[in-house]
Each structure stands twice: as structure tokens, then as C-alpha cells.
């Protein structure tokens, strides 16, 4: 029972702000051009396991692209290990746009400011500081840790977990699960209502180029196969495209957990279930399913022609299409109808999607050390709409959780916050994850 009781102590709970503060001053942005330097962020977390005992490796495909590994050996050498990663790269910030310079990570208020405070350098913190915890009062996990901080993660993964999991997969031997970003922080519906939905599963990245070929010449000529019509069609029909419903068994557990939070009377089981209506009833709430009930397609780039005068013969568009699991052939089969004769479509970057068991072991453990901390707190399990280094980790066949626990103020519109201005978490919100992290890396 002492180690139950005994959290992490004082020194954690300074170091979490600190470790975010200071990370945050170590600009790590990565615009996707291969120009980021991760390394001093690499080093400053290597050098703090390495002060507590805990060996790292650091890994590099690309110089000052650096990644770090280590691993602390549980107590039950039967046990499976598990994979806690989080990523050191930030995306762009524009410090006109801000109240306080991105990189300052200022302490304000008991509030840290800055890029990465919630993407999440936050989470590299708050994992730092509980090993480093561990190793002052002598305590080790059940099951081996794997501590993946990785680059590359807002980028392609290339030179980050991409690259770890493709060259160094012994490193992750044993490992079957994971945690990293994305999940566990309380999210407020309405007063009086907190919800944190934990991550078991992500959408897949259907990344499209599409090209439509056409008859090349003068603007003024009649053309009835201009190649920006053609293509124009069929971005149109892309981009007002509603997709159909499809629920996954990770939706399907978040929608039966908030009409029963709700006490909706609708049974979520059923095949025809009819999920507008019911997001409808859900209010506020329905934001934390809604973007995953269905495949998305938004077209983002365009280009085509030179001159005003020129019909071009060629003309380009790309489209952010989010696949969820078990759809990929229906997903093909309707960009086929979409695009039409006249236009060819291809991947131009793709990722699977993912799904965790939400009636796991894992999943009941992640539960409770939320509820432990939060009792009045319920735990919903959701689907990313988006992508994060899970995907690359899952090759190994680790299965990936979002869990960066935070209780945040039910004023402070979170999800705005990533890769948003002003990003910013409050002190409170570290050591709230702190504690819970501590308590579950500890029973995992
Ligand atoms: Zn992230």
C-alpha cells in the first residue's frame, strides 16, 4: 500500500513546469521542408534521464533530425512492455499573431504559454518528470517502459518514428501497446459536465493528387475538354460530397457511453441506429464523435495554367481525404465515381487507419487512473480524426492509446489550442497529469 499512497513528489511537481517551459524555449518548428532541428530538444531530455539512471540512445536518419529511446526495466520480466512516445517537433507559429512571443514559454498567471504547451511538449514534461520521480524514490514500473521522444512527427515521420520503427525495432521488442498524445484531457459539454476522452483509434490519411487531362488551347476557342473544367467538376463534387455513415466499434462504445451519460433513449446497438439524430440530442458533446461517423474529403490545393489566354492541358488538385478502418475499398471505389472519366486520381501520401480494443485490460487501467483523480469525471473512448505517430509505431504492432491526461479549466476551449495561438496549459493541468500518469505507468 506505501506506493500507492506515495504520488510523485515535490521535485516532479516543479520539474513538469519547468521541463515545459524550457522545452517550449527550444524552437523545434518544423514546416515540412526538412529544416527543423530537433536535436537540442533531444539532448535536454537526454541529458535529464541520464542524470536519473535511465540510459538513452539517441537516433538520427538525418542530421540534428534526433530521436530518443530508453527503456526502464519493470519488475515483472513476464509482463509485455509498453511504449510511452511523445513528439519534440512543433508546428509554425507567427509571434505577430500572439500575446506572448510562441517561444518565450512564459509562466504566467500559473499558466505556461507557448508553442508545443499542449503539442505537446506538455506531455513530454509531464513523462520526464515522472521517471525521474521514480528513480529518486526507488520505484520501478511493473511492466518494461519504452520512452520514445521522437522528430518529424508534424511532418511526414520520415526522420522520426517512421524511421525508429522501420531501422530500430528492437529497441520496441515486447512492446505491444502504447501511449502518446491526443487523449485524456477533460473536455466540458456544458457546467457541470466532464468529460475526458481517451483515444482508441485514429482515422486513416488518404492524401490524393488529381489530374485532369485535357485539350490544350486559346482561351477564346469553344473547348469541350478543357482540363480546369474537368477538373473543377470533380473537385466540386469531391468537396460537397457527404459520406455515409459508418460506424466503427470505438464510436459505436462512445456513442453508447454519452446517450446513457445523457440518458438518451436510444439504443446505439442496432445497425440502422440513426446517428444524426442522436448527435443531435448529444449537443456540445456530439463535437467528440461527429468528425468520425463518417470518411471526410476536403480539397486543399489547386493548380492549373499559366495565362489568362491558354487553355492548359493539364490541370492539378490535391485532397486531405481521413479514411476510417474497415472503409478503404468502398473510400477507392467512390473517388472512382467522384473523379469522373476525365480525371485520374492517385495517393499521393497514405497512412492505415487504426482502432484499439475499448474493452481492454489497457483500456479499463487508463479509466480508472482518470476516474481516480477526477471521480466526478467520465471517461469517454473516441476516434482521432486526425493522424499522429501511432500509425508508425502500429507497424510493430503496438497499439496505440491517446492519453496526455490534463484536467483543464471548462473555459478554455482546448481543442482551439492545437496548433492554434495562444497555446498554453495551465500548472494545475501538468500536475493533475502528473498524477495520473505516475499512477498508471506504475499498475500498467
Ligand atoms: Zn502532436
Redesign the pocket.
Known amino acids: 500500500m506505501a506506493e500507492e499512497v506515495r504520488g510523485p513528489d515535490t521535485t516532479a511537481l516543479d520539474e513538469v513546469v519547468t521541463f515545459t517551459s524550457e522545452l517550449i524555449r527550444i524552437d523545434t518548428t518544423n514546416r515540412g521542408g526538412g529544416d527543423c532541428r530537433e536535436r537540442p530538444a533531444a539532448e535536454y531530455v537526454a541529458e535529464r534521464l541520464a542524470a536519473s539512471g535511465i540510459e538513452p540512445t539517441l537516433l538520427e536518419r538525418t542530421p540534428g533530425r534526433t530521436n530518443v529511446v530508453a527503456r526502464i526495466p519493470g519488475t515483472d520480466p513476464s509482463a509485455e512492455a509498453l511504449l510511452v512516445h511523445g513528439?519534440l517537433d512543433v508546428v509554425p507559429a507567427d509571434p505577430a499573431e500572439w500575446t506572448t512571443h510562441p517561444f518565450s514559454g512564459e509562466i504566467r498567471d500559473g499558466v505556461v504559454w507557448g508553442r508545443g504547451a499542449v503539442?505537446?511538449k506538455n506531455m513530454d514534461a509531464m513523462v520526464l518528470a515522472v521517471v525521474r520521480s521514480w528513480a529518486r524514490q526507488g520505484i520501478r514500473p511493473r511492466r518494461d517502459i519504452v520512452l520514445a521522444y521522437t522528430a518529424d512527427?508534424?511532418a511526414s515521420a520520415e526522420d522520426g518514428s517512421g524511421f525508429l520503427a522501420d531501422r530500430h525495432a528492437a529497441l520496441f521488442e515486447g512492446c505491444t501497446e502504447g501511449i502518446s498524445?491526443?487523449g485524456a484531457f477533460s473536455f466540458h459539454p456544458q457546467p457541470g459536465t466532464t468529460l475526458y476522452p481517451i483515444a482508441a483509434g485514429e482515422r486513416g490519411t488518404a492524401w490524393l493528387k488529381l489530374t485532369a487531362h485535357g485539350r490544350a488551347g486559346h482561351g477564346s476557342k469553344v473547348n469541350t475538354a478543357n482540363a480546369v473544367t474537368r477538373l473543377a467538376d470533380a473537385v466540386a463534387r469531391i468537396g460537397s460530397h457527404t459520406w455515409p455513415v459508418r460506424l466503427t466499434a470505438t464510436v459505436r462504445a462512445a456513442l453508447a457511453e454519452l446517450a446513457a451519460l445523457y440518458a438518451i433513449d436510444i439504443d446505439t446497438r442496432v445497425p440502422d441506429l440513426d446517428v444524426d439524430v442522436l448527435l443531435d440530442k448529444l449537443g456540445p458533446a456530439a463535437a467528440l464523435v461527429a468528425p468520425t461517423v463518417r470518411n471526410s474529403t476536403n480539397p486543399t490545393m489547386l493548380d492549373a495554367g499559366y495565362k489568362v489566354n491558354v487553355i492548359p492541358g493539364q490541370a492539378v488538385a490535391y485532397i486531405d481525404g481521413r479514411t476510417l478502418p474497415g472503409t478503404e475499398e468502398e473510400f477507392a471505389e467512390t473517388m472512382d465515381e467522384l473523379t469522373g472519366p476525365h480525371v485520374e486520381w492517385e495517393f499521393h501520401h497514405r497512412e492505415v487507419a487504426l482502432e484499439a480494443p475499448v474493452d481492454s485490460p489497457t483500456f479499463a487501467k487508463l479509466r480508472a487512473a482518470v476516474e481516480r483523480f477526477d471521480p466526478d469525471g467520465h471517461v469517454v473512448p473516441f476516434t482521432m480524426s486526425g493522424g499522429?505517430d501511432a500509425k508508425q509505431f502500429s507497424r510493430l504492432g503496438i497499439t496505440g492509446y491517446g492519453f496526455s491526461p490534463l484536467r483543464l479549466p471548462p473555459d478554455l476551449d482546448y481543442g482551439a489550442l492545437?496548433h492554434g495561438v495562444d497555446e498554453r496549459v495551465p500548472v494545475d493541468a501538468l500536475h493533475f497529469g502528473v498524477r495520473v500518469l505516475d499512477h498508471y505507468l506504475k499498475s500498467a
Do not use: K
Request: glycine letters at 0%; charged letters at 45%.
Open positions: 513528439h503539442d505537446m512527427e508534424e498524445e491526443s499522429t492545437f
